[in-house]
């Protein structure tokens, strides 16, 4: 059973009259995948899932799953608010050939634990493939170490993108989980992490930034694998600079500013910014571009 490992762009998404741009999105796709990604996760926090129909997120699904053409896995987010969502996206997934899903405890509403892993359960349990788990405290409900663990012992969930930025519960994760199943992969979903989390033990990462910038993710992770801390360490550092500017603006703009400036039209979301937000990219877009440049220059 695949499991996830190595450098994948969580996929922003382009609009483009109110609905995803799926034209635009082709190109993204051949653009992370030539820059040496390991795989591609669309249907993502970063993507705008929140802002889609069932329609919407399947349409994204089969665009990537189909302009990748086998190139890397595809491991598409099934993010719902409720179960019944969440299985119907994920059958739909298998079918266009997804290599596996990511799955996030239900939106929106506040569960007990034992909520949210009895209907994670229902989810995991309903298919065939591999599962990421994905703990995303910005949106859903904490999965804390312990009910990471819990579902790890399910024959096919088979990782976990850990986006919640607590270093000690990363660690957690790693020694729980590995005591359950040792194949278990544990992936960061902070860019700024990516570096110390594979010294600490981590597999890789899932992060918007390996889509702008998915050479020197990838970069950073090749030089850690072979060995040369020293100049992956010092490629971190030098990318934190830019990860915290895109950062700076209320999520997911400076994402997607920095995809613009990689040359790719994103578009107007159709949740409509405030002249402030605006005004805020504007004053960091030139200063972006030119970091960005000098960062890519860097890792060249």
Not at 1 to 11: H, N
Not at 38 to 51: A, D, R, Y
Not at 172 to 200: D, I, W
């Amino acid at each position: 059973m695949i499991r996830p490992a190595g450098v994948y762009s969580a996929m922003l998404t382009p609009w483009k009259n109110g609905v995803p741009d799926l034209a635009e999105l082709r190109k993204i796709v051949d653009f992370q995948i030539n820059a040496g990604l390991t795989g591609l996760f669309p249907v993502s926090s970063v993507g705008e899932s929140g802002l889609m129909s069932f329609e919407q997120k399947c349409s994204l699904m089969e665009t990537v799953i189909d302009q990748a053409a086998g190139r890397v896995p595809v491991w598409c987010g099934i993010p719902a608010s409720t179960a019944q969502e969440s299985i119907a996206l994920g059958k739909f997934a298998k079918e266009k050939g997804a290599a596996g899903l990511v799955l996030m405890p239900p939106t929106f509403y506040r569960h007990s634990s034992e909520v949210i892993v009895n209907t994670m359960k229902q989810i995991i349990q309903s298919t065939e493939l591999p599962v990421c788990l994905y703990n995303i405290p910005f949106f859903a409900d904490a999965l804390t170490p312990a009910m990471v663990a819990e579902l790890a012992r399910l024959p096919n969930v088979v990782g976990i993108k850990d986006s919640g930025g607590n270093a000690v519960e990363f660690m957690q994760m790693l020694s729980l989980c590995h005591e359950v199943n040792p194949e278990f992969k544990v992936l960061t979903g902070r860019e700024e992490f990516l570096y110390p989390s594979l010294k600490a033990g981590g597999e890789g990462c899932m992060t918007a930034t390996s889509g702008v910038l998915p050479e020197v993710m990838a970069k950073i992770y090749r030089l850690t694998m072979e060995g040369k801390d020293q100049q992956a360490h010092e490629l971190q550092m030098a990318a934190l600079p830019v990860m915290m500017m895109m950062s700076s603006l209320p999520f997911p703009i400076g994402y997607k500013l920095g995809l613009e400036l990689r040359g790719f039209d994103m578009g107007e979301t159709p949740f409509p910014q405030i002249d402030s937000v605006k005004e805020k990219a504007n004053s960091i877009k030139n200063k972006l571009e030119k970091a960005l440049q000098q960062l890519i220059k860097i890792a060249n």
